[in-house]
């Protein structure tokens, strides 16, 4: 008989039992992650390093200051969660989705540099992992204050709406990554690639994008307030309806413009 046929004190008990059935990966009533040898209990300071886990590993609960270096992760469902000062150096992660999540002061980036190591295999991670892999994750609305993502890759990578404030950057390769309306005030995109990135609306008031790669990236309507471009490409990137202070103007010295689209909506291949 059709659900539409039912007395509606059925039809609410059918739907009461559907959410009373436990999650695929639940032990204990903790949520747990990963397949074969390696398991992981997802709570605070969860050991999860070296899990493997693709496509199906769901957690929306808290797992503060959690290890999850060199684990894979590919697919995962991360909405909400709150993974704060959690490690990821080294975590394939294409396609996770963190959208709501907290991350703050979350590490994704290269534990190997900051011990002075580069170059560093598989075999030694951790502790001295290379950056996460973070292609094509979504990050929409994720808070993302004092995360580190240093050296991580980010392409196509989703940041619409987050709150990234005194976020690093450094040297991670954003290739076509979305930050449109992000909040990215005093991050530092220093030597980052991020050709034909999506800014427009963000606010990176104060961020440092010296020496970075922003040629063909979109910049329009942008809060660029004190914001350093410092010899950076921005070839072919389009600025237009971008904030710029007179008391506080952004700083394009050694700038490289090329075809650039500057805030009046003229092109140059001087200067704004």
Not at 17 to 27: D, R, T
Not at 49 to 64: D, E, I, L, Q, T
Not at 235 to 241: P, V, W
Request: net charge positive; proline share 3%.
């Amino acid at each position: 008989m059709s659900s539409r046929f039912l007395p509606a004190f059925l039809v609410s008990c059918v739907a009461a039992a559907a959410l009373a059935v436990p999650m695929v990966g639940q032990a204990g009533g903790h949520v747990t992650i990963g397949k074969g040898a390696k398991i992981c209990v997802m709570k605070n300071k969860a050991d999860c390093r070296n899990v493997s886990h693709k496509w199906s590993a769901v957690f929306h609960g808290k797992a503060n200051k959690a290890k999850f270096q060199a684990a894979k992760l590919k697919g995962a469902d991360f909405r909400g969660a709150d993974l704060k000062k959690s490690k990821f150096a080294g975590a394939k992660m294409k396609y996770v989705n963190f959208t709501a999540a907290n991350l703050r002061k979350t590490k994704f980036g290269s534990s190997a540099k900051s011990a002075g190591r580069t170059n560093v295999s598989s075999d030694a991670c951790p502790p001295y992992c290379p950056a996460a892999n973070l292609d094509q994750a979504n990050m929409t609305d994720a808070d993302l204050t004092n995360a580190d993502f240093a050296g991580a890759s980010l392409t196509q990578t989703t940041f619409t709406g987050a709150t990234a404030e005194y976020a690093i950057f450094s040297s991670a390769s954003g290739y076509g990554a979305n930050f449109s309306n992000a909040t990215l005030t005093y991050a530092d995109f220093t030597y980052g690639t991020f050709q034909s990135a999506n800014f427009n609306g963000a606010n990176l008031m104060f961020a440092e994008m010296m020496l970075s790669n922003l040629s063909g990236a979109d910049l329009r309507n942008a809060v660029l307030t004190g914001t350093s471009f410092r010899d950076a490409d921005l070839s072919d990137a389009n600025l237009t309806g971008a904030e710029i202070s007179a008391e506080l103007p952004a700083d394009f010295s050694g700038a490289t413009f090329s075809n650039t689209v500057c805030p009046d909506g003229t092109a140059t291949n001087d200067t704004c």
